[in-house]
């Protein structure tokens, strides 16, 4: 049972550059989430997904944007990376919308901005 | 504003009991989850309280005090691989969750 893939799981890039960080679940959750981990503070939601074809904006939603084009697929794009964007980026899903229950979170990716 | 605070890290020994604990003030209540995270990988969870009591699942319990904004959770019979961070949650009047930053949980031998 595969749950959330993530891709990468470490990249390097240089500041500017634009990225895509995919996330891809199989449990036919209705509601997907991206996170933000840093040292010292709590896991901070950026955009979240209730249902596919809908986003909204979550607590740090500056410099990034996804889309919900299927149930499966929620990706992060961050479209000109800055280096105060340096930080583990972690995809989760849950069964209903709104945070109504458990997450499931993918493994992360660890993203280094120069 | 919305607040959880945790202490930020703690010591116990193998074979030993402890309690991590959690307060929180928010924007409304709609349940408190604790979720387990090792070193370098993603957040499991561990348990979600609601209600004001005990909610015991096997080493793990939970605790929750709603008119005291608190919570704490349980670890007994400590092992090794107990050693991680645990990160208190709570959903707030909008079913948002905010996070603490976490406890930092080091076994010793």
């Known amino acids: 049972i595969a749950g959330i893939t993530q891709a990468p799981t470490s990249q390097i890039l240089a500041a500017g550059r634009r990225m895509t960080l995919r996330c891809t679940q199989d449990?036919?959750?209705?509601?997907m989430y991206w996170y933000r981990q840093d040292l010292g503070l709590g896991l901070r939601l950026i955009h979240y997904s209730n249902t596919a074809g809908t986003t909204g904006k979550g607590e740090v939603p500056d410099g990034y944007s996804v889309s919900r084009a299927n149930t499966d697929d929620f990706p992060l794009t961050l479209a000109s990376a800055v280096p105060s964007q340096t930080s583990v980026y972690f995809c989760a899903s849950s069964e209903g919308q709104a945070n109504t229950g458990e997450l499931f979170f993918g493994e992360g990716s660890r993203l280094t901005v120069l | 504003g919305q607040n959880i605070d945790q202490p930020t890290e703690m010591t116990a020994t193998e074979g030993a009991i402890v309690q991590i604990n959690c307060t929180y003030q928010t924007s409304g209540f709609n349940g408190l989850f604790w979720y387990q995270q090792h070193a370098g990988e993603a957040p499991t969870f561990l348990s979600y309280n609601v209600l004001d009591g005990l909610e015991e699942k096997g080493r793990f319990s939970s605790f929750l005090s709603r008119s005291k904004g608190y919570s704490y959770l349980l670890l007994k019979e400590l092992q090794m691989k107990d050693s991680a961070s645990y990160l208190c949650a709570v959903k707030d009047s909008n079913y948002q969750l905010i996070w603490g930053a976490g406890t930092k949980l080091i076994i010793k031998p």
């Open positions: 449990m036919r959750h209705n509601a």
